[in-house]
Every structure is written in structure tokens, then in C-alpha cells.
């Protein structure tokens, strides 16, 4: 199974900053790799996939980038509705697998 | 709008089956292109895949839960299902059901999700 390591588990920040969360590959997925947005009490929501392309009604201030094991997630200028836990998830191959999280919490 | 709803029991015994129903409305399962699949997350686990199927063909399975799921369509009634045998506390999670795109840059993608269903194992 690919396993995949967000870092930071968690990051406290104030509405305005730039936010960045990292997701690591245990082997090449190319950009087979996806963003999610969790809140409490809800289902994840697709924000990216193909570690770069904007899902349809996702904000411009969240981007992806990477390739191959090392792909980031960027919040450039958070907003209220934006704390929130984020996953990632490798599209490379069964079983399909994700990370272990990342909250954001206001500061 | 294509909506996903999960129903079950809450609560299910140490080694008894686990069995969940999720509705599909706004559209067919029958259709394709897309899969549809059961996921479920615990803090312990985190998020973690169980099993996607095709309209037609084989599902595909975790293979860490494989000797006991099965999930099943039915296109009659325009919903899937899980079932998990023998199940024990470390299946205490919420389960999700959701729809997954198979095409281009979207491909294993779970785009749309059910509210999820809490499901606790006890004696």
C-alpha cells in the first residue's frame, strides 16, 4: 500500500495568512493526488485533484502543486470559513489511501 | 443535484454483520461513468477506503477488509450497499457512502459523499 504523511497534524493561523500543508508519497505517484476539506460533522470535499486542478465552485486561494512523492496544499490568504481539516489522498492506485490530516485552527 | 443517504443500525454487536444502505437520488447508479463506494474514518484510522463498484464488472475491495465485505448494487432501487462480517470494536467509525469519478484527471476522485452514519460496535 502507498503510504502518505501530511505535516503539519495541525496549525494555528490567523485570517489573512498564508497557509501551507504538505503531503508526502511513500513512491512516485506522479500527480495522482487529491485535496480535501473536512468541517465537524461533515463529509470531505473535493478542493483539488491531480495535485493541481480546481475542483468547480473551489475558491481561488487554494492551490496545489508537486509531483512524484512531495505535493503541497496552499491557503494564500485565509478566511473564516476556511478552518477546517485537510486530506490528501493518493489517485495512483488500490487500495486507495490518505493522509493522516491536517487542522487548521484559528489562532 | 445527485444526493447520497446512508441507513442503518447505530449500534451493532462484537461479531455480528455490520449492514448499511446508501440511497442514491438526482441520478442512476446504473449510468456510469462513475463507481460508487464505501469509506469510513475513526480517529484511530483515520479515513480509510473499504470498497468501490462499477454498474458493471467486480468490485474492488481493500484488501485489509476483503475476507469481510461485500458491497452490492441495486439498480432497482437505485442503491448500494455494505456489509461487513464478524465485525469487532476497531469497526467502530463513521461510515461514509460516495460516488467516485473513473475519468481523465478525476479518476478515483470521491466527488460527492453521503452525510456519513455513525456506527459503533458493543456488546
Known sequence: DIQMTQSPSSVSASVGDRVTITCRASQDIRTWLVWYQQKPGKAPKVLIYAASSLQSGVPPRFSGSGSGTDFTLTLSSLQPDDFATYFCQQAYSLPLTFGGGTKVEIK | ?123
Open chain 2, 1 to 123: 443535484q445527485l444526493h447520497l443517504q446512508e441507513s442503518g443500525p447505530g449500534l451493532v454487536r462484537p461479531s455480528e454483520t455490520l449492514s448499511l444502505t446508501c440511497a442514491v437520488s438526482g441520478g442512476s447508479i446504473n449510468s456510469g461513468p462513475h463507481y460508487w463506494g464505501w469509506l469510513r474514518q475513526s480517529p484511530e484510522k483515520g479515513l480509510e477506503w473499504i470498497a468501490t463498484h462499477y454498474h458493471i464488472g467486480e468490485p474492488n475491495y481493500n484488501p485489509s477488509l476483503r475476507s469481510r465485505v461485500i458491497i452490492s448494487l441495486d439498480p432497482s432501487k437505485n442503491q448500494f450497499s455494505l456489509r461487513l462480517t464478524s465485525v469487532t470494536v476497531a469497526d467502530t467509525s463513521i461510515y461514509y457512502c460516495a460516488r467516485m469519478s473513473t475519468t481523465g484527471w478525476t479518476k478515483y476522485t470521491f466527488d460527492i459523499w453521503g452525510q456519513g452514519a455513525m456506527v459503533t460496535v458493543s456488546a
